[in-house]
């Protein structure tokens, strides 16, 4: 007969889909309880203001992890799933689904054609967008665009707009037994989350314009910055083949990489 702590250890490796997610969920998970118990235990603003401060670049990594989360989905069962978007949501900014209208359904399908790409890079007239005007426009619009997508995803759309409203509810009622305590913990951290990935998103696509695949996502090797956002760095690979893990992805690059220009890769830490 098993151990008790090696039945305990399957069966939290059975909810995985792919073990590579464990360590990720952890840290993610583990901030969560960080925040709640600021939430609960801290009522000075300075205290509070301070750790919004230092948890900008930190959360700013869980983006990352939500995109992919969005793409391939962490969990072998859906309602877990949606309990992990909940925290990705607090963290982030960005509730179920909406990436996966926003950017899996529209940007990737789109992002060829800057008169389409829900995440488009260029103005009315066709001129590049400046790096901040691209991120407060993303920002803003983010909802926007991932809803009209949905119009043709319905049931994709019901579920973003369930579990939005799930999620602003709840929010609602962390404001209104702590207002000062939610703003540093929550309402600026998803706004701050939302605009830090429009942010990063910027340097994926901007300046490429262009009908060939290979040739339309700028690329970073760096051992680090790929560490702590699953590979996202692969972005050529990553638009090839959307769906796949991101733990695969640096393989895929292998097989595609005598495709992608010189010009294409860098290795930047951020």
């Known amino acids: 007969m098993q151990p008790v702590n090696s039945r305990r250890k399957i069966f939290i490796l059975s909810l995985f889909k792919h073990s590579e997610d464990r360590w990720p969920v952890f840290f993610i998970l583990a901030l ?94 066709g001129s590049q967008m400046g790096e901040f005007e691209y991120s407060v426009i993303i920002t803003l619009t983010a909802y926007y665009r991932g809803y009209l997508v949905g119009k043709k995803h319905p049931r ?27 703003l540093f913990i929550f309402i600026l951290p998803m706004i701050f989350g939302l605009f830090m990935t429009a942010w990063a998103t910027y340097e994926h696509h901007a300046g490429l314009n262009t009908n060939n695949k290979f040739e339309a996502s700028f690329n970073n090797l760096n051992r680090w910055y790929n560490l702590f956002t699953g590979n996202l760095g692969y972005h050529t690979a990553h638009h090839h083949k959307q ?28």
């Open 243 to 270: 769906g796949l893990h991101w733990s695969k992805l640096p393989q895929l690059h292998e097989k595609i990489k005598h495709d992608i220009p010189d010009e294409l890769i860098r290795q930047s830490w951020v």
């Open 156 to 182: 994709e759309q019901k579920d973003f707009l369930l579990f939005s409203a799930l999620t602003l509810a709840i929010l609602a009622g962390l404001v209104a037994y702590d207002p000062v305590a939610a």
């Open 32 to 125: 969560s309880v960080v925040d709640f118990g600021l939430y609960f235990l801290v009522d000075n603003p300075y205290v509070l203001g301070l750790y919004f401060y230092l948890m900008i670049l930190p959360k700013a990594q869980i983006c990352a992890w939500n995109h992919h989360h969005q793409h391939a989905p962490t969990f072998r069962f859906t309602p877990i799933n949606r309990v992990m978007e909940f925290f990705y949501a607090l963290h982030t900014g960005v509730t179920t689904n909406l990436w996966v209208l926003h950017h899996n359904l529209g940007h990737h399908a789109h992002y060829l054609d800057q008169t389409k790409d829900e995440s488009r890079w260029t103005r009315d007239d």
